[in-house]
């Protein structure tokens, strides 16, 4: 069965700056899909970023960007030029064959102004 | 183009008592997906639904659980009798497409339903 850790239950960061979530993921598929969801307090989730494992290239939104390192099973979130909105739990997601997303248990994360 | 709709957002029920969730997907989506949320921790797959089949409930619960995915109407998870370790937030997620070559398989959620058990 698949899973996916996130090592870092909590983390902060000062605004205007930039932060790094990580993520790591088992797998014996060769076909896949992950995911960086973020949950504020409001519990509605909003998807962040994805990444096709087939692609090479490291997806980007805006400020947000992920660096997908598909041997070592890694998948961390970048957040540049961090913003009091983007205070919020982020759970990282995986999504093979089985078409169900697996996420980790999530790291929150605090923005000092 | 509205989103995935959930209601109610937040229900309270007595042990022994039936909840009834619903779920309308966005529009044109086919494929219904129910999450659960346990306090301080990630989503886990419930059960994946498409137009009156369901195509996998691997994380159901065997006992006092079921889902539905009517040809007209919502999806509905239903959990009879319910204890309070059911207390947890529920979400459904809804997508369009599932396949190979480089289709998104986005999915996208609702608002979930807090379900509240004393």
């Known amino acids: 069965a698949q899973t996916v850790t996130q090592s870092q239950p909590e983390m902060s960061v000062q605004e205007a700056e930039t932060v790094t979530l990580s993520c790591t993921y088992d797998t014996s598929e060769s076909d896949y899909y992950l995911f960086w969801y973020k949950q504020p307090p409001s519990r509605q989730m909003i998807l962040v970023i994805r990444q096709e494992a087939y692609k090479q290239q490291n997806a980007t939104e805006n400020r947000f960007s992920v660096n997908f390192q598909k041997a070592a099973k890694s998948f961390s979130l970048k957040i540049s030029d961090s913003q009091l909105g983007d205070a919020a739990m982020y759970f990282c997601a995986y999504a093979g064959g089985s078409e169900k997303l697996v996420f980790g248990k999530g790291t929150k994360l605090t923005v000092n102004p | 183009n509205a989103g995935v709709m959930q209601n109610p957002r937040h229900l309270v029920r007595r042990r022994g008592q039936e909840a009834r969730l619903r779920c309308s997907p966005m529009?044109?989506?086919?494929?219904v997906y129910w999450y659960r949320q346990l306090p301080e921790e990630g989503l886990k797959f419930m059960v994946y639904?498409?137009?009156?089949?369901?195509i996998d409930e691997s994380g159901m619960p065997k006992e006092r659980f079921s889902a539905e995915f009517p040809k007209e109407g919502p999806s509905i998870l239903r959990i009879q009798q319910v204890v309070r370790g059911d207390s947890a937030a529920y979400f459904c997620a809804s997508s369009s497409l599932w396949g190979t070559g480089g289709q998104t398989r986005e999915q996208y959620f609702g608002p979930g339903t807090r379900l509240t058990v004393t």
């Open positions: 529009k044109g989506h086919s494929h």
């Open positions: 639904l498409q137009k009156e089949n369901i």
